[in-house]
């Protein structure tokens, strides 16, 4: 039965990988196997199948709400040239090369991706490096592994919240560990971006800034992320750099003659529509009033306990709540429209630009929701089948003790895969659930070593990467940046692979 139920899941890497189907492709014929296997071989009558789907239903509701308000906040800014004006006064900062890297690459990536997400960080900034003087190569590599560690708490939270959704655990008992683990190796990433800027040199020169700028910004995503603002926790993080990185770049300012002057006026304009998310976010989640007002307005449905043939069983109770009016899609909706005003006032729109945002929004968001629907459906569908059991079993009984330590690789294999965090988290983190159950080890660790490799390996997955060679100047060249991301990222997940092993066993 490990074999049937493992199918699904190997088709859809077949197809990625080897013949390079995309995810929406890959992931509908994933679900239709996975469809064919539960209702033949684990006894999936017809009524189950139709309460999964309707559960899948719930999650998929879920996570795009997140996914597509995420991106509209990013084109309301981007179109209003906001995004344009915060890249181009960092460097301005410094001359020093290696500080650039930093900030730019390290800093602004970050930030970048807990505001908008999808590949964004590296589109953005590597030609930006481009121009700065960096190599193609190194313009592309530096701000692909420099948000890297943000993208779990990135996007306003989409790939955690699919984590929780996945897996019915909260954000209380999964934001510690996966911001723990994702902070330490944020340390990392400062350094590798230092060396992918100018060798051991650089990293010998700016490592006191990078473990300054990482402690710094590691720390601030980690108290947010425990406190309850996990949905916008990389993008405070990244923040935190961006303002830390000041006094930095004055430390290593280089040749003071190419610094220009930063428009300060316009650099404030361009953060006040993010000043809104922070303002609303900080309101819904520490006013208990206003929290426990929003949180009467929600929806759900409950389901009564399924069996299959073989006599597998899910146990009654609701599916993923929804809170209407809290939920992060409602709040980034309401930071997009306010934040589509302030820039109107400030007379930064083009005639058109509201077509453009609702264009290039819509353009952009609909293939990637088209993989999540059939990958939802999949994972809950392989839950309430029995096969995410019966994979269990399987990895339980081959890997044993050192499962954990394979448990981040499996989650970077994921985002490999599927081509993003969020996909990963939905495809493997339930089995990582079960098989971390029947082991005995501790499943919030085991998760958040899933999200944590995830996030890691999703900047090598081959849609990201053909994306950052676009950008850079490196199109027909994307194997020389795999090579590259490669070593840097395989030496991030091992990082991860051993504070999985130190968890599980304290």
């Not at 493992?6 to 088709?11: D, G, K, N, R």
């Not at 019915?168 to 911001?179: K, V």
């Not at 309401?334 to 302030?342: D, N, Q």
């Not at 990467?465 to 060249?477: D, W």
């Given at each position: 039965?490990?074999?049937?139920?493992?199918?699904?899941?190997?088709?859809?890497?077949?197809?990625?990988?080897?013949?390079?189907?995309?995810?929406?492709?890959?992931?509908?014929?994933?679900?239709?196997?996975?469809?064919?296997?539960?209702?033949?071989?684990?006894?999936?009558?017809?009524?189950?199948?139709?309460?999964?789907?309707?559960?899948?239903?719930?999650?998929?509701?879920?996570?795009?709400?997140?996914?597509?308000?995420?991106?509209?906040?990013?084109?309301?800014?981007?179109?209003?040239?906001?995004?344009?004006?915060?890249?181009?006064?960092?460097?301005?900062?410094?001359?020093?090369?290696?500080?650039?890297?930093?900030?730019?690459?390290?800093?602004?990536?970050?930030?970048?991706?807990?505001?908008?997400?999808?590949?964004?960080?590296?589109?953005?900034?590597?030609?930006?490096?481009?121009?700065?003087?960096?190599?193609?190569?190194?313009?592309?590599?530096?701000?692909?592994?420099?948000?890297?560690?943000?993208?779990?708490?990135?996007?306003?939270?989409?790939?955690?919240?699919?984590?929780?959704?996945?897996?019915?655990?909260?954000?209380?008992?999964?934001?510690?560990?996966?911001?723990?683990?994702?902070?330490?190796?944020?340390?990392?990433?400062?350094?590798?971006?230092?060396?992918?800027?100018?060798?051991?040199?650089?990293?010998?020169?700016?490592?006191?800034?990078?473990?300054?700028?990482?402690?710094?910004?590691?720390?601030?995503?980690?108290?947010?992320?425990?406190?309850?603002?996990?949905?916008?926790?990389?993008?405070?993080?990244?923040?935190?750099?961006?303002?830390?990185?000041?006094?930095?770049?004055?430390?290593?300012?280089?040749?003071?003659?190419?610094?220009?002057?930063?428009?300060?006026?316009?650099?404030?304009?361009?953060?006040?529509?993010?000043?809104?998310?922070?303002?609303?976010?900080?309101?819904?989640?520490?006013?208990?009033?206003?929290?426990?007002?929003?949180?009467?307005?929600?929806?759900?449905?409950?389901?009564?306990?399924?069996?299959?043939t073989l006599g597998y069983s899910t146990p009654p109770g609701p599916g993923r709540k929804i809170p209407i009016l809290r939920h992060a899609g409602t709040i980034l909706f309401t930071s997009a429209l306010a934040a589509y005003l302030i820039y109107r006032r400030a007379g930064w729109?083009?005639?058109?630009?509201?077509?453009?945002?609702?264009?290039?929004?819509?353009?952009?968001?609909?293939?990637?929701?088209?993989?999540?629907?059939?990958?939802?459906?999949?994972?809950?569908?392989?839950?309430?089948?029995?096969?995410?059991?019966?994979?269990?079993?399987?990895?339980?009984?081959?890997m044993g003790c050192v499962f954990p330590a394979l448990s981040p690789w499996m989650g970077a294999l994921g985002a490999f895969m599927t081509g993003s965090n969020t996909n990963s988290n939905v495809v493997f983190a339930a089995l990582q659930m079960r098989t971390a159950e029947l082991?005995?080890?501790?499943?919030?660790?085991?998760?958040?070593?899933?999200?944590?490799?995830?996030?890691?390996?999703?900047?090598?997955?081959?849609?990201?990467?053909?994306?950052?060679?676009?950008?850079?100047?490196?199109?027909?060249?994307?194997?020389?940046?795999?090579?590259?991301?490669?070593?840097?990222?395989?030496?991030?997940?091992?990082?991860?692979?051993?504070?999985?092993?130190?968890?599980?066993?304290?």
């Amino acid at each position: 039965m490990f074999w049937l139920a493992i199918a699904p899941i190997a088709v859809i890497l077949i197809l990625m990988v080897g013949l390079r189907w995309g995810a929406s492709r890959a992931g509908a014929a994933g679900y239709l196997i996975a469809l064919v296997i539960a209702s033949t071989f684990f006894g999936a009558r017809l009524e189950l199948l139709a309460y999964a789907h309707a559960k899948a239903l719930l999650l998929i509701i879920d996570v795009l709400l997140i996914i597509w308000t995420a991106f509209l906040l990013f084109r309301v800014a981007d179109e209003a040239g906001a995004i344009r004006v915060i890249g181009q006064s960092l460097p301005h900062l410094t001359a020093d090369k290696g500080m650039q890297a930093l900030i730019i690459g390290w800093a602004f990536a970050s930030f970048l991706q807990g505001v908008g997400g999808f590949g964004v960080p590296v589109a953005v900034i590597a030609p930006l490096l481009v121009g700065l003087g960096f190599s193609p190569l190194s313009a592309v590599v530096i701000p692909s592994v420099g948000h890297s560690w943000a993208v779990t708490f990135g996007s306003l939270g989409s790939s955690f919240n699919a984590l929780m959704a996945a897996t019915g655990y909260t954000w209380e008992e999964l934001a510690s560990p996966s911001a723990l683990f994702l902070g330490l190796a944020g340390l990392g990433v400062g350094l590798v971006v230092a060396h992918a800027a100018g060798g051991w040199g650089a990293v010998r020169r700016l490592g006191v800034a990078a473990l300054i700028l990482g402690g710094a910004m590691s720390t601030a995503q980690y108290l947010a992320a425990t406190s309850g603002l996990w949905n916008i926790s990389s993008f405070i993080g990244g923040l935190t750099g961006l303002v830390i990185g000041f006094p930095l770049a004055r430390w290593h300012r280089g040749n003071t003659e190419e610094n220009g002057r930063v428009d300060w006026r316009s650099l404030l304009i361009a953060l006040s529509g993010y000043g809104v998310l922070v303002i609303l976010t900080l309101g819904v989640q520490l006013i208990p009033s206003v929290h426990d007002a929003l949180s009467n307005f929600s929806f759900t449905l409950n389901f009564p306990s399924l069996e299959t043939t073989l006599g597998y069983s899910t146990p009654p109770g609701p599916g993923r709540k929804i809170p209407i009016l809290r939920h992060a899609g409602t709040i980034l909706f309401t930071s997009a429209l306010a934040a589509y005003l302030i820039y109107r006032r400030a007379g930064w729109y083009k005639p058109g630009a509201f077509r453009r945002i609702a264009n290039g929004t819509l353009k952009r968001v609909i293939s990637s929701s088209v993989g999540i629907v059939s990958m939802v459906s999949m994972a809950v569908l392989m839950q309430h089948a029995g096969m995410t059991d019966a994979l269990a079993e399987g990895l339980s009984s081959a890997m044993g003790c050192v499962f954990p330590a394979l448990s981040p690789w499996m989650g970077a294999l994921g985002a490999f895969m599927t081509g993003s965090n969020t996909n990963s988290n939905v495809v493997f983190a339930a089995l990582q659930m079960r098989t971390a159950e029947l082991l005995g080890f501790p499943v919030a660790i085991i998760l958040a070593a899933q999200t944590s490799g995830a996030a890691l390996g999703s900047v090598i997955a081959p849609t990201k990467v053909v994306v950052g060679a676009s950008t850079g100047g490196m199109a027909g060249r994307e194997g020389e940046i795999m090579r590259k991301l490669l070593a840097y990222i395989g030496i991030l997940i091992l990082l991860i692979s051993l504070l999985a092993i130190i968890g599980v066993w304290l």
